[in-house]
Structures are given as structure tokens and as C-alpha cells.
């Protein structure tokens, strides 16, 4: 277990797009800011974002956790919602459960975990039907290829 | 190019950035889907879209895109061009339609971010 060098949990509101996205900005700035490299800052923005997404157009409510070590940046998502209750069709690219709230603002097209998952280097989602939804990811600070 | 030439091209109207018209690309990225935007937009590109909601601001911001086209003469709410402001990013708005934007700056020298799916472009040198 290497040490943590940065950690921040980040409550996100379920229901409205109104700040949708602010928390992911925030991540991209702190990342940029303690140097981290730029790739993996932007796969991990655009994690949060999806991440964030995700609550805003399912869950009541949830909570980013972004922690940073000298070998990865982890974020996690954690709501309190519906849950998913088959994991591996929401992970097939084109299945939505999206409302046309979310379609609107040019998501729900199921594109949401899988882009977690293109964009991560580990991934793993457990949820509990009628309780809510856990994605952990893990982005590694050496860059493959 | 710059987006100053990308204006004209376009006959856009610059709504947020109208200092920011120096600024140099080489790439796009045409969607209305930001989920897509997010899978293969690469950084410093355009991105040439008819959605107008503040994600789109949020997406460009999170892609680093270095400015956003509103095509097919969209008017965007008060809370976008807000946002793009406080996030300095230029917007510009065309009545041109995708298809049309696409083809116009593509025949000018601006190419795709990426060509296909699956494919990379060669680096062309952007700068974030």
C-alpha cells in the first residue's frame, strides 16, 4: 500500500445538472496542480466526469473520492440510488436507462462506464439493487505505451 | 489556423473569447453526443457541435478543447456563455450546418482530432 499523498471526498447532489461537472474541474486543477502528468490528469478528469454524470442523472446522491499516491490517482464513486441490477449489461456500450433530462444534455447514450473503463486502468463496480452504486477506479501514474 | 480566420470561414459570430481570436488550431472534433466528445476528442482541438446546455462548456473544459463552434445558428442559454467565460473558453456561433462547418474548415487545412475510430491521427502538433 504506497502512501497517500493527497485525498478529498466531494459531495455531489443527484437530480439536477445545474453544478454538473464542477467537481470534475476541480479534480482536473488539483491533479494539474500537484504535478501530475497531463494524460493522467486528463483520463482522470474525464473519469470524474462521467462519474459525476452518472449521479447527477441516477443516484439521490453520492460522493467523489479522489486520493492520489506516487503510483496512481484513485477515483471513487459512491451513491445512493437504484443501484444496477445487471452489472455487465450497463457495461455493454449503447444500454441506457437515461431519462430525456439526461439525453438533453448530450449523455445517456450508454456510453458512461465504458468510457470509465477505456479511460482507467483498473475498474470495479459493485452495487446493491434499491441502495446504491460503487465504481473504483485506478488510473497508474506510468503511462503504458 | 487561427480562430480569428476560423470566424471568417465560418461568417460566426464570436460570442466569448473575442480576445482570444490568435489562438491556434489544427484539429476538430464534430458531435452532438459529449460522451462521444469525451471517448475521442484530443486536446487543443475545435469542437464543432449544435448542443448548447453548459455541458458542453463543462466537457471542453475537462478535454482542455481550445474553443467550441455552435453550428446551425444555435443560441445558447445565459448560464453557457457564462460558464465559458469563467472557464475561458471562446465560443463561436455559425449558421452554417454541421455538415457544411465540417467541410468548409476541413478544406482549409483543419483535420479530424483522430480519423477513424480504432485509428490515431499522427501527431500534428498540438499545443494544449
Known amino acids: ?145 | 489556423m487561427t480562430l480569428a480566420e476560423i470566424r471568417d470561414i465560418l461568417d460566426a459570430e464570436v460570442l466569448v473569447g473575442s480576445d482570444e481570436l490568435g489562438k491556434e488550431v489544427k484539429t476538430a472534433f464534430s458531435a452532438d453526443l459529449m460522451s462521444d466528445v469525451l471517448a475521442f476528442a484530443k486536446p487543443g482541438s475545435l469542437l464543432l457541435t449544435g448542443l448548447t446546455n453548459p455541458q458542453v462548456v463543462r466537457t471542453s473544459d475537462i478535454l482542455d478543447i481550445a474553443a467550441i463552434i455552435l453550428v446551425r445558428g444555435k443560441v445558447p442559454p445565459a448560464e453557457t456563455v457564462r460558464l465559458a467565460k469563467e472557464l475561458k473558453i471562446p465560443i463561436l456561433r455559425t449558421r452554417y450546418i454541421l455538415f457544411e462547418t465540417s467541410g468548409r474548415l476541413h478544406e482549409k487545412g483543419i483535420v479530424g482530432c483522430i480519423e477513424k475510430v480504432g485509428g490515431d491521427r499522427v501527431d500534428v502538433g498540438n499545443k494544449i
Request: glycine letters at 12%.
Open chain 1, 1 to 145: 500500500m504506497s502512501e497517500i499523498r493527497y485525498e478529498n471526498f466531494f459531495p455531489i447532489e443527484g437530480g439536477t445538472f445545474v453544478n454538473a461537472g464542477d467537481v470534475s474541474s476541480r479534480i482536473k486543477s488539483i491533479l494539474k496542480n500537484l504535478g501530475v502528468g497531463s494524460e493522467v490528469v486528463r483520463r482522470a478528469a474525464i473519469i470524474a466526469y462521467e462519474s459525476e454524470i452518472n449521479i447527477v442523472s441516477y443516484a439521490l446522491r453520492g460522493t467523489i473520492r479522489l486520493s492520489v499516491t506516487p503510483d496512481a490517482v484513485c477515483i471513487e464513486a459512491k451513491d445512493e440510488g437504484p443501484g444496477i441490477p445487471d452489472i455487465e449489461l450497463a457495461m455493454q456500450e449503447g444500454f441506457s436507462t437515461a431519462t430525456p433530462m439526461v439525453r438533453e444534455m448530450g449523455f445517456g447514450a450508454g456510453m458512461g462506464l465504458s468510457n470509465i473503463k477505456k479511460f482507467s486502468d483498473s475498474l470495479e463496480i459493485t452495487s446493491e439493487v434499491g441502495q446504491g452504486t460503487h465504481v473504483k477506479t485506478r488510473i497508474n501514474m506510468a503511462e503504458a505505451g
